[in-house]
């Protein structure tokens, strides 16, 4: 199949390039890209006017969580991409938070399979660093990755063992995989639920310390300058983490790191009376945290951004805050919700879409994330100024603890690509 998306704003956030321009998809990758002139119409070519919104590389999100196998009353892999595809997201990498946990090749294959058959954006299966999300015994990272697990981690629990993890990333280092550590010490977070402050104590409830997160993140780094293997934070959120990835890539450390779109978005105030969908992990810090992975991002100490997609139902988030479960919706407003950034004039649209596409991309080694010939045909047409309200009724996950219900957004996607297949047109009210 031939399309011809025109008339088009193109945006490659692999190079900074912008500008008028046209891209030609044929059999599922990208034939042309045709900037600031105009395109020829091949024969038997199907035409997308653009309306001058923005095209780019579909979103990578290199974290969420699908309830498929043993949680589909929370989430499938086929509605879980229902959701990517309205968000622009055309690859997402799911955690090993199943049942069974993804710890072994079988398990692997399986959600591969199941990827096929029923989702309709790519879906990559990160496999568990140790067996069971343990902590104490290593999964064959070698089987795993031939059986098509893309990295490895625990999910939304850390490594605590200095020897499980020094041995993960040695054992990582000689495959060449990638290591996504959750930064947070179950210890120190004990029976904290929000971030440790003035605002837990005004609303009485116990705080989590940031050293919960910089603890385990600074001894990780002494791992990696032990073993010299690649490691990823997968998410950070406060100041003190920010420089202690900064000092680690200015050794020349593999080292790199995520961030929650949640965090970079909203702080602490947001939970305001005990809203249970801003219950999550790592825990929203305050205005000056936020504000310091902000400027890390448009720096470019921070790598990318997740949608920490975590799918909840009534009966674990409609209860007291303390006993509520941590997570929220994330997938289909990652894209809108980090066009906050750019409308406060706090990130420039290129560098936030390589957050969001190229820089994830890169880390997984995959050729997407990038407008040139030759790459997947994963796009997304998308009008980074149509404003709307959020209605959590509306959105595709089966679950609706979206901290973002009823919030103004401003940014909406349009159309969404997969392989040159679309997967997503919405439709205007």
């Not at 104490?136 to 020897?163: H, I, P």
């Not at 790459?375 to 901290?403: G, H, I, Q």
């Not at 103004?408 to 392989?419: C, H, I, K, P, S």
Request: with cysteine; charged share 25%.
């Amino acid at each position: 199949m031939t399309t011809l998306l025109t008339n088009a704003r193109l945006l490659d956030p692999a190079t900074g390039r912008e500008g008028p321009g046209a891209v030609l998809v044929r059999d599922g990758v990208i034939a042309d890209v045709h900037w600031g002139r105009p395109a020829s119409l091949p024969e038997g070519a199907t035409v997308i006017d653009g309306g001058g919104h923005v095209l780019a590389p579909g979103l990578v999100d290199l974290r969420a969580f699908v309830g498929e196998p043993g949680a589909e009353h929370r989430e499938t892999l086929a509605s879980a991409s229902a959701a990517a595809a309205a968000g622009g997201v055309t690859t997402l990498v799911c955690m090993p938070d199943t049942n069974p946990v993804i710890d072994g090749p079988a398990i692997v294959d399986f959600v591969l399979r199941r990827a096929r058959d029923t989702a309709s954006v790519n879906v990559l299966p990160a496999a568990a660093i140790t067996k069971g999300l343990a902590g104490r015994e290593m999964t064959e990272f070698g089987l795993l990755s031939e059986a098509g697990a893309v990295a490895f981690t625990d999910g939304l629990k850390g490594v605590t063992n200095a020897q499980v993890m020094r041995r993960a990333l040695t054992y990582a280092r000689d495959f060449g995989a990638l290591l996504m550590q959750h930064v947070e010490e179950p210890d120190l977070v004990g029976d904290g639920v929000m971030n440790e402050g003035e605002m837990a104590s005004r609303l009485g409830l116990h705080g989590i310390p940031r050293e919960a997160e910089t603890i385990l993140l600074e001894r990780d780094i002494r791992l990696v300058r032990l073993t010299r293997a690649r490691y990823h934070a997968a998410m950070i959120s406060c100041a003190d983490s920010v420089e202690i990835v900064r000092r680690a890539k200015e050794d020349g450390l593999p080292v790199t790191c995520g961030v929650s779109i949640n965090n970079l978005v909203l702080n602490e105030n947001d939970i305001g009376r005990y809203r249970t969908f801003c219950k999550l992990s790592p825990p929203l810090r305050d205005e000056a945290d936020r504000g310091a992975v902000v400027a890390a991002l448009a720096e470019g100490v921070i790598d990318v951004i997740v949608s920490d997609h975590n799918p909840q139902d009534v009966e674990t988030k409609r209860l007291p805050f303390a006993e509520a479960e941590d997570g929220a919706l994330g997938i289909e407003t990652l894209l809108a919700a980090a066009l906050r950034l750019v409308h406060a004039g706090a990130v420039p649209l290129p560098r936030l879409l390589a957050a969001l596409s190229s820089s994830p991309a890169a880390l997984l080694g995959r050729p997407a994330g990038r407008l040139a010939p030759g790459a997947p045909a994963d796009l997304v047409l998308f009008d980074p100024d149509e404003p709307y309200v959020l209605d959590k009724r509306e959105l595709r996950s089966r679950s609706k603890n979206s901290p973002f219900d009823e919030a103004r957004l401003q940014g909406r996607a349009l159309l969404t690509l997969v392989g040159g297949r679309v997967v997503h047109r919405h439709e205007a009210a």
